[in-house]
């Protein structure tokens, strides 16, 4: 497995705008750095990136203790362990309470080393580009619009001893989703640092990265989703789960030994089920007790290191609604070193066609004209992105009023992210480009915007053996804020506000 081609199947999720992206002047070769190496990485990039990157160490922004037992190495010390976070937005735009927050685990099972180097070179990837002026559009975009929270080694002790537990603890089993009591939970200090970053954000999408095997995953992942005869029920959020990950898989590209995409499907059918895991708990447990019996997610109270206070894992109804994917990412969870490939495979070609658009819909201008006459019309192309399936887009023209707006005829379509593999009903992949012609019937100024509603039908969900479990309407925010006006939720001044129609900025047209 390439490391290129990881970063890759990340960006069908996470980023924003897919336009070419020019080679680097040089070719960088990938390499496994240490929990030293990282945490040193980090720093130089947020003294050079200033502007856009702020790191901390989770253990002295949330005033968590460290141990000594918990012990690292770093500049050929023994020292405590802790849990390094790289935010990455563009910090002039703050405050911004609706802008959309991701976060991305490296390594909870410390022995699965892929995943903090591929985190790292995305970090790098976004602030080299966002701080220049002639860095590219869409990473540029993506920095000024999104937060990115990125942990590289979740459990750092187990990564910077090469295990895959931390002391004696699975940290993929720490967390407060169907587990037999409250003493089973947050013993580790690696479950504790993420349970201290997803409780102060609203993350909408969130990825973990793991290795033993090569698969792209979703919810459900718990032993308490698997029906008979030993298959995962749906989630309620199925549809756009299945979309996304599919699409994650297609766009990552196929391995070079076997020819073949990553598999991809609930994590009960295509890994295996467990208690306690990460993926279940960032989904779910803002608001699943609500609609199952007997309750799975319960608080926690670990004697270990002196304890943590009960109340952190009580969580409000907002925090954990994330979609949240486990990327195995190669059959051999520590590769040697000629495997990592380099950034050579990231090409113009392939970001352009590897790197789609689905965390929040947006609509683009592509051309229009600043000035016309009464007696020609004129052309307008713009072009939906950040979503999948376009169910309707047109113009919408007014001269003073917007509520007298007119609307241009309505037409559908597909994003250039849609995959045949989808197994979606489409005449034609218009690739999100669309365009039409305005007359205007008088002199004047106009106003012309572009709308478009998307993914209604991440909204549906499936019948007999795919009714969802529980039977309950789509849960996540990344869901809901494209197809239910009425969803809004806050945490921490942050905000998810749905809305069903998405808009270009408005274009003034003088007519003459």
Known sequence: MKAPAVLLALGATVTSISLPLSAPATTTTYEERSYGEIVNYLLELETKYQDYAEVFSVQDKYDLPTYKEVNCTRNHKTVPCEQYVIKITEEATLPDPERPELIFSGAVHGNERVGPQVVVALAELLLSHASRADGNPWLKHLVKTRTVVIVPTANAYGYDHNVRRELNVDPNRDFPYNLGNDEECMVTTAARALNELWRDHLFQLGITFHAGTECITYEWGGKNHVGEPGKSEKSPDDQSQKQLSRIMSRFGGKFEESGKYYPDGTMNDVVYAVDGGMEDWGYAASWENEFTTPKPIKECNPSSFGGYPAEKTR??????????????????????????????????????????????????????????????????????????????????????????????????????????????????????????????????????????????????????????????????????????????????????????????????????
């Not at 549906?460 to 239910?484: C, E, L, S, W």
């Open 315 to 512: 969580y409000n109804n907002a925090t954990h609604r994330a979609f949240n994917v486990l990327i195995e990412t190669s059959d051999n969870k520590q590769p040697n070193s000629t495997s990592w490939g380099d950034s050579s495979t990231l090409s113009d070609e392939a970001l352009s066609d590897y790197l789609p658009a689905t965390e929040m819909p947006y609509v683009l201008w592509k051309m229009h004209p600043h000035n016309t006459t009464v007696t020609e019309a004129a052309t307008f192309k713009w072009e939906v992105a950040g979503a999948i399936t376009v169910d309707n887009t047109q113009l919408k023209v007014w001269s003073d009023d917007p509520a007298d707006a007119t609307l241009t005829h309505a037409q559908k379509g597909v994003t250039r992210w849609f995959h045949e593999d989808l197994g979606l009903k489409v005449k034609s992949n218009n690739k999100g480009l669309f365009s039409a012609g305005v007359e205007f019937a008088a002199a004047g100024t106009y106003n012309v915007q572009a709308i478009a509603t998307v993914d209604q039908d991440w909204a549906t969900q499936g019948t007999g053996d795919d009714i969802p479990v529980p039977k309950t309407k789509p849960q996540t925010h990344i869901v809901n804020a494209r197809t239910n006006a009425d969803w809004l939720y806050s945490n921490n001044d942050r905000v998810v506000r749905g809305q069903t129609v998405w808009t270009s900025h408005v274009v003034k047209i003088v007519v003459a």
